[in-house]
């Protein structure tokens, strides 16, 4: 798997080096000679030193050769538009992290997957690339956030996310089926068997498993 990472910071330079462990071919952007410098020293991966918004340096980077590109930098602005270009110029999967929760609707309606954790873009990554050696967070948020992974139980009555009674607090992130997975919005179809990556407060994660009807599996 390739993956090009837009920013260099801590997060850029965390998934980099777990990446990069698991034996994936990594290349970073970062636009600061001190950070980029340090990312390659931490992690041993190309790193290009520039701006993640240039086309020909990301054409530079190979960015249509590449499986993902997460744009990661601290502005939702740069990681607009370096997740819009690198689809644009042939990247198979984008992923950028949101760091203002408004902006939110801009990335909906560019059709851009967005994760304001960067714990749960980890699982994510984990779960679509099935590296078993990505760690996921267990609580976050001082504790009071869970990660909980479970199996859609088989008396489930299938339907739409949006017609599910998700508890308050809770959001489902992920949805695996059949080895695929699908970051889920209103109109997708949760069945039975499905595996759910779901966050929710930590006195409230039981509620998502009597919605949907399971056994918890692996509770985080």
């Known amino acids: 798997m390739r993956a090009l990472i837009v920013g260099g910071g801590k997060v850029g330079s965390y998934l980099a080096r777990k990446l990069a462990r698991s034996g994936h071919t990594v290349t970073v952007i970062e636009p600061r000679r001190d950070v980029a410098m340090k990312v390659v020293g931490e992690t041993g991966v190309i790193v290009f030193e520039g701006d993640g918004t240039d086309v020909e340096l990301l054409k530079r980077a190979d960015v249509h050769r590449s499986d993902w590109l997460l744009a990661v930098t601290g502005k939702d602005d740069v990681n607009l538009v370096a997740a819009q270009l ?21 990335f909906n309606a560019l059709g851009i ?3 304001a954790v960067t714990d749960l873009m980890v699982g994510v990554l984990e779960r679509d690339l099935k590296v078993d050696v990505l760690e996921a967070t267990v609580l976050l948020a001082h504790g009071k956030l869970s990660v909980t992974e479970f199996e859609v139980g088989s008396s489930f009555e299938e ?21 695929e997975l699908i970051v889920p919005r209103g109109p997708t179809i949760i069945r039975p068997g ?18 949907f009807c399971c056994t918890e599996k692996d509770s985080r």
């Open 159 to 179: 339907r739409a996310l949006q017609d599910i009674d998700v508890p308050p607090f809770s959001v489902i992130v992920a949805v695996e089926r059949a080895g």
């Open 86 to 106: 690198g689809r644009t110029l042939g990247v198979t999967k984008v992923l950028a992290r949101l760091n203002d929760p408004t902006n939110s609707p801009t």
């Open 113 to 115: 997957n967005t994760v």
């Open 194 to 211: 499905d595996r759910i990556v779901a966050t929710s407060l930590v006195d409230r994660a039981s509620d998502l498993l009597v919605e």
